[in-house]
C-alpha cells in the first residue's frame, strides 16, 4: 500500500501569508491554480493557441482576474511546441510576453520552472528557452517525490501520457526535453481527450473482421471514454471531431464515421465493440510505455496515477500487476487535473526570494 502523507492543500497552507498562482500554459489548454491561506483553487481552461494565438493574453487576464490578486506568479509551459511558431524560442518568449502583460505591476514576482528542477527570472528563460520549454511534469513529479520516494509517476492528460521515475525521492528520468523523453517512453502521445483514433488504432473489429479505420479525424479518444462511461460530458472539455456536442449519442456517430460508416448503419454493439478495443489498445499502449521507462531506469513501481486520464493508468495497472493510487488522495480532484499549475504553486511557496 502507498502512503502519502496529509493533504497537500493543507500542508502548503499552513502559515502561508502570500498568494501564489501557478501556470501550466498549454497548446490546447490553460490551467492555473491559486495557493492561499485558504487553500488550492484550480481553473483549467481549453485554448487552441495554432487557432487564436492573439487571443492568449486577454484569455490570461480573463483568469488572472478570476483568480484574484497575487504577489508571486510562476510559469511552465508546453505551448512552444506549436507549429503556429517557428521555433520554441519564438514559442517561449510569446507565452512569456503574454505573461507579463497580465502581470505588469512591478511588485508580482514572476519566476519561469525549468528542466532543470529550478525557478528561473524572466530575462533567463528568454536568453535560453530550451531550459524552460516543456517542464510541466518536472514540477508535478518533485511534488510526488516527497511524498511517495519510490514510484513511477503516470500523468495521463487530454493529450500525451507522462511517465517519470522516481527513486530515493528523487526524479530519475533520462530525458529532459521532448524528444528524449519520447525515445526513452517518458512521454508518449496519446491522451483521454484529444487523441485521434486513427492515431491508436489502424483497425477495429467490425462485423467478425478486422476492419481498417479512415486516416481521417472523425472521431477522438474522448468520444471512446465518453461512450464506455470512464468520462463523463463534464470532464470532456476538449473540442470534438465534428464540433457536436460531447454526448454519448453523438460520440457514438463519430466512432461510427472512422469506419466509414454512420449510426444508422452499424448496431450499438458493433459501435461499443469499436470503443472497447480502441480503449483496450489504449491501455496496452501506456503500459508498453510504463515497461520501458521501468527497464530504463530501473525502478519497479509502484504508479501514481495523475491527469483527466488517471482511469487508464489505474488499469494499465491492473494489466501489468502493479500497485497503484490516484494522486488526487494527495492534491484533491480539481488540483490532481491540474496537477504541474498546483505544483508549481506549492513549489514557489517554499521559495524565500519571491
Known amino acids: 500500500m502507498i502512503h502519502m502523507t496529509a493533504p497537500l492543500e493543507q500542508e502548503a497552507v499552513h502559515g502561508l501569508e502570500r498568494v501564489i498562482v501557478g501556470w501550466d500554459i498549454g497548446g490546447a489548454n490553460i490551467k492555473a491554480a491559486r495557493l492561499g491561506p485558504d487553500g488550492i483553487r484550480v481553473l483549467l481552461r481549453p485554448f487552441a493557441i495554432w487557432q487564436q494565438r492573439d487571443r492568449l493574453p486577454a484569455v490570461l487576464a480573463d483568469m488572472a482576474a478570476q483568480l484574484g490578486p497575487t504577489q508571486c ?55 535560453n528557452p530550451l531550459l524552460v520549454a516543456a517542464a510541466n511534469w518536472l514540477a508535478t513529479a518533485q511534488i510526488v517525490a516527497r511524498r511517495v520516494p519510490t514510484c513511477l509517476l503516470v500523468d495521463v492528460g487530454s493529450t500525451t501520457t507522462d511517465t517519470v521515475p522516481i527513486a530515493g525521492g528523487r526524479v530519475v528520468a533520462q530525458g529532459r526535453n521532448d524528444p528524449e523523453r519520447l525515445v526513452r517512453g517518458e512521454l508518449l502521445y496519446t491522451g483521454a481527450l484529444r487523441t485521434p483514433i486513427c492515431a491508436v488504432v489502424h483497425r477495429v473489429p467490425l462485423w467478425g473482421h478486422w476492419c481498417p479505420v479512415a486516416a481521417e479525424l472523425f472521431a477522438t479518444t474522448q468520444d471512446v471514454h465518453l461512450l464506455l462511461g470512464t468520462l463523463t460530458p463534464d470532464q470532456c472539455t476538449a473540442p470534438t471531431a465534428d464540433g457536436r456536442p460531447a454526448t454519448p449519442v453523438f460520440a457514438a456517430e463519430r466512432l461510427a464515421r472512422v469506419v466509414c460508416a454512420d449510426a444508422e448503419m452499424l448496431a450499438k454493439d458493433d459501435i461499443l465493440a469499436i470503443a472497447r478495443h480502441v480503449a483496450d489498445v489504449q491501455v496496452h499502449q501506456i503500459a508498453e510505455a510504463i515497461l520501458q521507462v521501468i527497464s530504463g531506469s530501473g525502478v519497479q513501481g509502484p504508479l501514481v496515477a495523475a491527469g483527466v486520464g488517471a482511469f487508464l493508468v489505474h488499469a494499465a ?23 504541474p499549475a498546483a505544483a508549481l504553486a506549492l513549489l514557489l511557496a517554499e521559495q524565500h526570494d519571491v
Open 73 to 127: 506568479v510562476a510559469v511552465t509551459m508546453t505551448a512552444e511546441l506549436s507549429d503556429i511558431f517557428r521555433t520554441k524560442r519564438e514559442g517561449v518568449a510569446f507565452v512569456l510576453d503574454a505573461v507579463r502583460r497580465t502581470y505588469p505591476q512591478p511588485e508580482v514576482r514572476l519566476r519561469v520552472f525549468g528542466v532543470d528542477g529550478q525557478f528561473h527570472p524572466p530575462e533567463t528563460a528568454y536568453n
Open 317 to 339: 495497472a491492473e494489466r501489468l500487476g502493479v500497485e497503484c493510487q490516484s494522486l488526487a488522495a494527495a492534491l484533491g480532484e480539481a488540483a490532481s487535473q491540474a496537477a
